[in-house]
């Protein structure tokens, strides 16, 4: 059979990382698409995962202002987990009901389902969220900071024990490796 080596373990070296193919399951399914490598080293993928919160986080604090009036700040800190929960809420469904396969194109998809959400909550009450975080803004950038915080803090443990060898790490690694390898998921 063939070998089918992962990503980090073609930069590694790591031989933990292949999988052999059976000759006879080769010709049974598609392949996967080969994961598009880019030349990204921890420090640099730690700060586009900050980033891409951050992002997500404000292209949903319309909507979340939305739906949340009775929190203080309007659902401000809770925006980056809501977004993120709401996209791969809509993406699960959109790829179990075989809408689209699972892939980038569906996270795109449901990110901007999401954002288009927030930008309609956004038109139809701009000057009220404006005059909020305006009036707010001191409170809004202490929790901003508290998150940036906790980032670093929880990065920093990270750091010191990046190993997937142990507790819960091996489960959690392999569910990730099937969801980025599977075109589909169980429809009940």
Same mark, same amino acid.
């Given at each position: 059979?063939?070998?089918?080596?992962?990503?980090?373990? $073609?930069?590694?070296? =790591?031989?933990?990382?292949?999988?052999?193919?059976?000759?006879?399951?080769?010709?049974?399914?598609?392949?996967?698409?080969?994961?598009?490598?880019?030349?990204?080293?921890?420090?640099?993928?730690?700060?586009?995962?900050? !980033?891409?919160? /951050?992002?997500?986080?404000?292209?949903?604090?319309?909507? =979340?202002?939305?739906?949340?009036?009775?929190?203080?700040?309007?659902? @401000?800190?809770?925006?980056?987990?809501?977004? *993120?929960?709401?996209?791969?809420? *809509?993406?699960?469904?959109?790829?179990?009901?075989?809408?689209?396969?699972?892939?980038?194109?569906?996270?795109?998809?449901?990110?901007? %389902?999401? @954002?288009?959400?927030?930008?309609? /909550? !956004?038109?139809?009450?701009?000057?009220? %969220?404006?005059?909020?975080?305006?009036? $707010?803004?001191?409170?809004?950038?202490?929790?901003?900071?508290?998150?940036?915080?906790?980032?670093?803090?929880? *990065?920093?443990?990270?750091?010191?024990?990046?190993?997937?060898?142990?507790?819960?790490?091996? %489960?959690?690694?392999?569910?990730?490796?099937?969801?980025?390898?599977?075109?589909? *998921?169980?429809?009940?």
């Amino acid at each position: 059979g063939n070998s089918v080596v992962s990503p980090g373990a $073609r930069a590694t070296g =790591a031989a933990l990382a292949t999988t052999r193919v059976p000759d006879a399951a080769r010709g049974s399914e598609p392949a996967p698409r080969p994961i598009r490598e880019l030349p990204v080293n921890s420090f640099f993928a730690a700060v586009i995962w900050f !980033l891409a919160i /951050c992002g997500i986080g404000i292209a949903t604090l319309p909507l =979340a202002y939305t739906l949340f009036p009775y929190l203080e700040d309007r659902g @401000a800190g809770f925006a980056k987990v809501f977004g *993120l929960a709401l996209a791969t809420f *809509l993406s699960s469904l959109l790829v179990r009901y075989h809408v689209f396969p699972q892939g980038s194109l569906v996270s795109w998809a449901t990110l901007s %389902m999401v @954002a288009l959400a927030s930008v309609l /909550c !956004l038109l139809s009450r701009r000057a009220r %969220m404006v005059a909020f975080w305006r009036e $707010r803004r001191r409170s809004i950038l202490t929790g901003e900071v508290v998150f940036g915080l906790g980032f670093l803090l929880f *990065l920093g443990l990270r750091s010191f024990n990046p190993e997937i060898s142990w507790g819960e790490k091996p %489960m959690d690694f392999s569910i990730l490796n099937i969801l980025v390898r599977t075109r589909s *998921l169980p429809s009940s």
